[in-house]
């Protein structure tokens, strides 16, 4: 475990506070307890929430970083704290679908719980304040969130290496990967990294078996059992590490 210290509060987010330390180049994401959906209009507190999605996060980092994919993970503190590589945010959300539900269904019509013919990688701007709207690449690039079109076509190519990954990871656990979203940011040398976190917060994971919804969407539907859910989740990524 590293010694590494809090110092200045960065940026608190809705899941996640972040904090600078003594070295320039790292950072400390705290996980915190609340729960927030659509867009924070409904919130809640589950108390253990941060912690699980902290362990689950450091799991699923750990196995990306030993395939090849950089990320800003660098160890775990303790329950509700993660050291990693200081990072500015693209401020691109990447969302990544194997099946349809949620806001596909409700907006195409797609039948809830369609397989898809093709992994579909959409974009949505970073920005509560705007609803997080969709973009397209000309969008990204008038908002010069990318540098260029190649930055775009790099971001799609590393979601859908990760949905590959996370998809046989998550089918050795009995878990169906759904969908996800994922964030970018460019470490000191501007390499483009993943960051931000990996835990059923942001992921949508359905139990192979029964079809138990294993994710947020225990909050966002009012099911009930999220700790549990979260927790299950954990015991099957580590019962068979």
């Known amino acids: 475990m590293t010694t590494a210290m809090k110092k200045t509060l960065v940026y608190e987010g809705k899941a996640k506070k972040i904090w600078s330390t003594d070295d320039e180049g790292l950072y400390i994401s705290e996980f915190k307890d609340e729960l927030t959906a659509f867009n924070g209009q409904k919130k809640a507190t589950e108390e253990g929430k941060g912690a699980l999605n902290n362990k689950i996060s450091t799991e699923l980092f750990k196995y990306l970083n030993k395939k090849g994919i950089s990320t800003h993970f660098v160890d775990m503190i303790d329950d509700n704290h993660m050291l990693h590589k200081k990072a500015k945010v693209i401020l691109i959300e990447v ?133 549990v859910a979260y927790e299950e989740v954990l015991n099957r990524i580590l019962g068979s590490k």
């Open 95 to 227: 969302i990544v679908r194997n099946i349809a539900t949620g806001s596909l269904s409700r907006n195409l019509g797609i039948e809830d719980g369609k397989v898809l013919p093709f992994t579909l990688v959409e974009f949505d701007y970073k920005n509560d304040a705007l609803g997080d709207p969709k973009l397209n690449d000309q969008h990204c690039l008038i908002l010069e969130l990318v540098n260029d079109s190649s930055e775009l076509e790099y971001i799609r190519y590393m979601a859908r290496r990760i949905n590959v990954l996370l998809k046989e990871f998550y089918a050795q656990k009995n878990l169906t990967l759904v969908d996800f979203k994922l964030e970018f940011g460019r470490d000191i040398d501007g390499n483009i990294i993943l960051i931000d976190e990996l835990s059923p917060d942001n992921f949508r994971l359905w139990d192979s078996t029964s079809g138990e919804k294993m994710d947020k969407d225990r909050f966002r539907q009012g099911l009930g059992g999220l700790k």
